[in-house]
């Protein structure tokens, strides 16, 4: 049986996921820890680099959106590639803030040009009614790379920090070039039909009518004209189901049945990005989508020095809870394969949004390893069931014909809270001495971003 070229795509897209969670999204706490010990940087300054990746993002955003919408994104996921991997050889190289920064400003550009946002898009272009589906197993890749935390701190702690940046740029490269090849822009380029359904049939350049009893065949189609006009005028014209109609009338009904019995269901409507922003919708999913980033970023960034100095774990202990949270995510993800197309994905969203409040705040007044064994499950199910359902509710909202460009736009909005995650709680931890005010903060905000969600509703 032949495979849908769709889902090889997807298959490339969870292997480039998988690379970029594996040695960036969930490894960088570790390298926050590690750096801050080293050099005695505060965790407001390392912070900024979290928050440079955001701000990186919410520049290029509509930029990256235009092109993908424009060309495509096969192009701009190699270029991407080969910017984050010399980004992270040039990493393994600072002994500067400065330095940090501009490395991490080059790694974030490689990540936005090969990661979520072009993978999220080309994936798009070739599903429709099993969209969810395949962003849920896309986002599977981020659920494994987050089980590959432990084996980034095992080899910082081995072989060094420099070593282990050094080498996942190489493996960056080496793994993703090959992956960068299975893209292609739509099913159309090569002879395939969105979600892979059978192609129909064109319909008939002529069609010949049914001769009544003393009528020659007449030609239905417009294209062809019979040699002589039929005779209508004799006894043998009329029978049990009335008179015989001209033959430009019976022509005309002929083309009209012949349309109606082709003619697929119109598609949903595809707006715009301008028509999209003037829409309730569109704000109200950047809000939710926003306040689920505050938590998440500052997770990604915060959880294991939290963990480390705040709790009293080791590294590689608090690296054990960031690996049981990405299993909870991969589980998650599993879950949205499921209820992808059973149940309402802006209400799905709004639950998972206490999930991840709830979740942090477990992580913040952990008294005991069970909280972080809840910490890691709410939290970790949460993020796997809402991600991929942020892009899928917009494609469905939106259509597909200016989804790059309204996904784009879309994140240079929601950037401002993975921008401001990583900050307030880094700022409040060096000005409180530990990270349960700005914790608490953002699981309360969080819980607002509930709210958004239930709010936007389908536009008309």
């Not at 005779?231 to 083309?255: C, F, I, M, W, Y």
């Amino acid at each position: 049986m032949k495979i849908f070229y769709g889902w090889k795509m997807v298959a490339a897209a969870l292997g480039l996921q998988f690379v970029q969670a594996a040695v960036l999204n969930q490894a960088f706490g570790a390298y926050v820890a590690t750096l801050s010990q080293e050099f005695g940087w505060s965790k407001t300054a390392l912070s900024g680099g979290a928050a440079l990746q955001s701000i990186e993002a919410a520049i290029l955003g509509p930029l990256l959106g235009w092109i993908v919408d424009r060309f495509g994104a096969q192009g701009m996921i190699r270029v991407g590639i080969l910017i984050f991997g010399v980004g992270f050889m040039l990493f393994s190289q600072i002994n500067t803030l400065t330095g940090f920064y501009l490395s991490v400003v080059m790694i974030a550009i490689g990540s936005s040009l090969c990661g979520y946002f072009p993978l999220t898009v080309a994936v798009v272009q070739w599903f429709e009614k099993k969209r969810a589906r395949a962003l849920s197993m896309m986002s599977m890749g981020l659920a494994l790379g987050g089980v590959f935390v432990p084996a980034v701190a095992w080899s910082m702690q081995t072989f060094g920090w420099r070593v282990t940046a050094f080498g996942s740029g190489v493996a960056a490269m080496l793994i993703g070039f090959p992956l960068a090849r299975m893209f292609k822009r739509s099913p159309e380029e090569i002879g395939e039909r969105i979600d892979g359904e059978p192609a129909t049939n064109p319909p008939a350049t002529q069609a010949t009518a049914t001769a009544s009893p003393g009528i020659g065949p007449v030609l239905a189609s417009s294209e062809q004209e019979p040699a002589a006009a039929v005779d209508v005028g004799g006894p043998a014209a009329t029978q049990s189901h009335g008179a015989v109609k001209p033959r430009a009338e019976r022509t005309e009904q002929n083309l009209e049945t012949r349309e109606t019995s082709t003619t697929e269901p119109a598609e949903p409507r595809q707006f715009t990005a301008g028509e999209a922003m003037r829409t309730s919708a569109f704000w109200l999913l950047a809000i939710g989508h926003g306040f689920a980033l505050l938590v998440v970023s500052a997770v990604n960034v915060h959880a294991i020095p939290h963990m480390n100095s705040g709790l009293g774990y080791s590294l590689a202990q608090a690296s054990l809870f960031i690996t049981l949270m990405t299993v909870a995510q991969a589980g998650g993800v599993m879950l949205g394969w499921v209820l992808g197309e059973q149940f309402e994905k802006r209400k799905v969203a709004a639950a998972c949004m206490f999930m991840h409040a709830s979740g942090l705040l477990m992580l913040t007044f952990a008294s005991h390893p069970a909280m972080l064994v809840a910490f890691s499950l709410l939290h970790g199910v949460a993020w796997g069931l809402r991600g991929p359902f942020m892009q899928a509710i917009r494609a469905d909202y939106f259509g597909r014909r200016s989804i790059g460009m309204i996904l784009g736009i879309s994140a240079a909005f929601i950037a401002v809270g993975q921008v401001c995650g990583p900050l307030v709680a880094g700022s409040l931890a060096d000005a409180t001495g530990d990270y349960r005010a700005g914790f608490t903060v953002l699981a309360l905000i969080a819980m607002g971003g509930s709210i958004a969600f239930l709010k936007a509703r389908r536009p008309a």
